[in-house]
């Protein structure tokens, strides 16, 4: 039976890997997005980019270093050319790209489908083919395409536009689209077949900020849109929850282990947002994990889904990976203190085809045991955001 | 000018070590609630009490063990004695109670001042004296009496009944009253004039759970009621803002430092809740730290004030410590994902008695320099719950 789901598994990626055209992000983009106010100055970004290689984030797959609103100069140049603010970026864009390729990494740039981005500097709102070219010239792998300052209506034809631009210049750009989280928000039902045709990723929903409070209202906006979303999701073409906040000041470890756990289970990209030079080493062990972040990367590029909600608002999230296997997480939410017995039936868990399953822990790949079809499992899930995070094999 | 500080210290000492009249509690009470879910059974109990030990707690301060609801039997003995649960406590309480001392703790327990306690156990209404005499022959040295399943009216009678039938045993029992959290919630305004009178400890509002949204909320309960508590708050009479729940599973170690920076300048019971067994490093640490615990324990038994609010909701504490000492905690509880800069005068800080003071940063004393009475302190806070915590000397 392995053959013929291995089979379906290269047809989904082929059918898939079409949308965009460019060859970009077959799985989750990871990376590291510098916010210009923990960072203000390109030697930050260049220390960064340093601390990404010599950490191991590279190694472990996070190959994107993306710099956030505020690089720009207020003006365009004379021939309408974008340029940075020379006082934070004194050795200018292609430079510092140098620098990120030197390295091994990849380089990513934001700017803003309107007027003016988010925080006031130039859009490309009648610039897109110069800008599209600027950004192929100066080594860009990454747009970020911010949403404000522009009419909603606007976005469908125009993120389309961009991309098709982006792809025309020859060089491979990811392009990362904020416009169904602004249709969202307005209420708009987005078009998400023509946003995975238009862009390799999409920001749906809410700027994620550094609480568990952000982090556990994005995981439940991802459930309950989960029928929408997941069609649309898949190589070459993502859904985003936002950047990782771990190793920042507002998750406990345990919330950690969550985000972790659910952003590889939903498949959605890994960016993190941390200061890499203050870095705790349980929060980079979260980070580095290699068996969550093969779970985020898996080929199948399929996004989670929550199947179950049981007592105590605990939830069981489910992905089927490449092999016939499927990783599971389960969050327990609710700060009450004291660990809680959990018993759910491999029926329950969808585990039905094969007569018996080895089950593994996936923070650490430990085996946990193997169990018939008809059996129950039986684990603990602490409290307050933690989770239980495990995945199932048919035997080999 | 410092003898006349010490001297007004003292006799802020005297006056209020009358109070209940047992010597207990002289500074906020220190120790470990064992929560009856967590630790179902004795023998958890006593392992919890060998760790509060060997772990190096009780030598930090930490010297009660307390158990929570939950430890009794559904009925009294045949001649009216309360009896624990056999089967979770096969040894019985006076037993266990020794076991405890001879660990060089104190033994704490709980009750109810009701019909029966929150959880359906038999509560003490009826039967006052007589458990008050079973407690002091059990060797208890701490009661925890709740107020559940009785009305509210009778407290501020039934409460000081009980405070004095203690005392008469000549037992040292610190008495832990529920009673102005009944009250609180009943929006009825607390008589806290009789409460310190009557207690050494007493829980004035919401039961805290695992997250950083019910520490935050207490913390902003205790400000927003400091000028009506701090005055019956002192050597031998606390106000308790409920247990630390540092090191389970809601808190970030920005949070955690947090928790214990504010519960420090509150001057209230420290009150562990954590699995001794498998706290992390860094938890203990924050648990341990010997200047935050030394300024929680400062003989002057003052509550901190919020002093003032500054921009993106960063709040000032400060307590006056012996020896004209004073200690300032700033909480910074927004997610704003980056560290703030914060100047605050010294005048703001209510620091011009003296020409010059030197600044210590709290968790470690490390010296932070001389600062002139109309000078600006300037500093940086992390977002998302953390703290900068510092105290200040005049010059030796």
Known sequence: MRSIIYIAAILFLYKHTKALDNGVALTPPMGFMANMATFPIETLIRQQAQLLVSGGYLSAGYE????????????????????????????????????????????????????????????ILGHLEQDANTFAQWGVDYLKLDGCNVDVAQMDTGYPEMGALLNKTNRQIGYSCSWPAYQEFSKITPNYTAIADSCNLWRNWADIDDSWESVYAIIQWFADNQDRLAPHHGPGHWNDADML???????????????????????????????????SDWAKDIILNKNLIAINQDPLGAMGKRILKLSNSIQVWSKPLLNDRTAFVVLSPEPYGTPIHVSVSLENLGLTRYQDYDFFESFDSKYIGKYHYNQVFNFTVNPSGDVFAFYTSPPH
Chains 1, 2 share one sequence.
């Not at 190793?247 to 985000?259: E, I, K, V």
């Not at 590889?264 to 030079?277: A, C, E, K, R």
Request: aromatic share 10%.
């Open 245 to 279: 906040v771990i190793g920042n000041f507002g998750l406990s470890p345990a919330q950690s282990r969550a985000q972790m756990a659910l952003w590889s289970i939903l498949s959605v990209p890994l960016i993190l947002s941390v200061d890499l030079h203050t870095i």
């Open 64 to 123: 994107y270093i993306i710099i956030d609103d505020c690089w720009l100069n207020m003006t365009r140049a004379p021939d309408g050319t974008l340029q940075p603010d020379n006082k934070r970026f004194p050795s200018g864009i292609p430079a510092l790209a140098d620098y990120v390729h030197s390295l091994g990494l990849k380089f990513g740039i934001y700017e803003d489908y309107g007027t003016e981005t988010c925080a006031g500097y130039p859009g």
